[in-house]
């Protein structure tokens, strides 16, 4: 089976995102870390992040200086409760672990927010099935071939 980040690489190709994934030395779990990783500003980190609304999933990608308003999300959604997915969740809906969850590229297609924030940047950072794997990807584009839903959702 192909590593996490091969898989990623496969999921760009395959959605014609001409973007390169890149192993870094140093971690990239979180939004400050990936940011010091990189050379970037800590808000052009594109962090996704599982969500449960009303039991089920919802990607959220967000920027890295941002917090997800799980209000915004339920209100957008239509639902009453959302909460962030278990460690396993994220596993099994993704098929990557918590810190590498990249914003596309999933075990099962999953619905999708992108935040707004994220469009003030000419070039984001997405995790890329890995801890210490990133790629960079025009917002616009990303959001785009993600075919996510673009929202206010950050605060």
Request: net charge negative; hydrophobic share 45%.
């Amino acid at each position: 089976m192909a590593s996490g980040p091969e898989r990623v690489q496969q999921a760009l190709d395959a959605c014609g995102l001409d973007s390169r994934v890149v192993r870094l030395p140093n971690s990239t779990r979180t939004a400050p870390e990936a940011a010091q990783a990189v050379g970037c500003e800590v808000g052009a980190i594109a962090k996704s992040l599982l969500f449960m609304a009303d039991g089920e999933p919802v990607l959220v990608v967000c920027a890295g200086d941002r917090r997800v308003n799980t209000v915004a999300v339920a209100s957008i959604l239509g639902v009453a409760d959302v909460r962030m997915a278990s460690a396993d969740d994220v596993r099994s809906i993704t098929g990557y672990a918590i810190g590498g969850v990249p914003p596309i590229g999933h075990a099962t297609p999953v619905r999708t927010l992108m935040d707004t924030s994220l469009l003030r940047w000419p070039l984001v950072y997405a995790a890329a099935g890995a801890h210490d794997a990133l790629f960079p990807a025009d917002p616009n584009r990303l959001l785009e071939v993600s075919g996510a839903t673009l929202a206010d959702i950050g605060s």
